[in-house]
């Protein structure tokens, strides 16, 4: 029987590969803003104009996808912009707000509106960055994207504790430094690269391993 796994940020980077990975067994609910060519072609349920800053956004999504369970629930989307102490104007500031908005409060609205399509037993996973670790910041810098990944990590971690008589799994996954749009494709690795070992570590998801801060390769991450 297949699974239905619900991905936000499907368009393009590393949701789209995710989409591809399960687009062909599994039932695929793709949340984006915009489409993708690429997106299009796949044989997946696609969900457009889906703002997850606005409520109503988050409440049209809910609606359209009525009655469908979730067995897999992927939070990729997410957006990065640069700020420094230095340079902190209005629209610095206003740049880590819609930071906060899309990277921290943005998956934990979609995983409260969604809780009753989650099936028990089931899996989230948030895809975070190791830039929210505060023991592994040793370049400065970045202060609304380390600012609103730490913020999703601990509410990551509280959900792991609030899921768990429901045995619903949280994974907290930093991806790798991986060439996407987002890194202006100056990453380490591939999309693909990075994807293959999602795919394990949602595999490997357990309520044992639940609410751990991972690497994609299987670290374990210093909070």
């Not at 499907?10 to 993708?36: D, F, M, Q």
């Not at 990065?80 to 500031?93: G, K, N, R, V």
């Not at 899309?102 to 969604?114: S, T, Y």
């Not at 999309?191 to 690497?215: A, N, P, W």
């Amino acid at each position: 029987m297949k699974k239905t796994i619900l991905i936000t940020g499907a368009n393009k980077g590393i949701g789209l590969e995710l989409v591809k990975r399960y687009a062909h067994t599994e039932n695929v609910l793709a949340v984006c803003r915009t489409s993708s060519a690429e997106l299009d072609a796949l044989p997946v349920s696609i969900y457009r104009d889906i703002d997850i800053r606005r409520n109503s956004s988050i409440k049209s999504l809910v609606s359209d996808i009525g009655d469908q369970k979730i067995d897999l629930f992927l939070n990729v989307a997410g957006i990065l912009s640069q700020e420094d102490i230095f340079e902190l104007d209005s629209d610095a500031i206003d740049r880590i707000s819609d930071q906060f908005e899309v990277n921290a409060l943005g998956p934990v609205k979609l995983v409260a509106a969604f809780l009753d399509k989650i099936v028990n037993g089931g899996k989230i996973i948030m895809v975070t960055s190791r830039m929210g670790s505060v023991e592994d910041n040793t370049s400065g810098s970045r202060l609304g994207y380390r600012m609103s990944k730490a913020a999703l990590n601990i509410a990551s971690k509280s959900l792991s504790v609030d899921l768990k008589p429901r045995h619903i799994s949280v994974g907290i996954i930093h991806p790798g430094s991986v060439q996407t749009d987002m890194t202006n494709n100056r990453g380490l690795i591939t999309v693909i690269e990075s994807v293959d070992m999602i795919v394990e570590r949602i595999k490997d998801l357990s309520l044992e391993t639940s609410g751990v801060f991972f690497h994609a390769s299987g670290e374990i991450l210093p909070w």
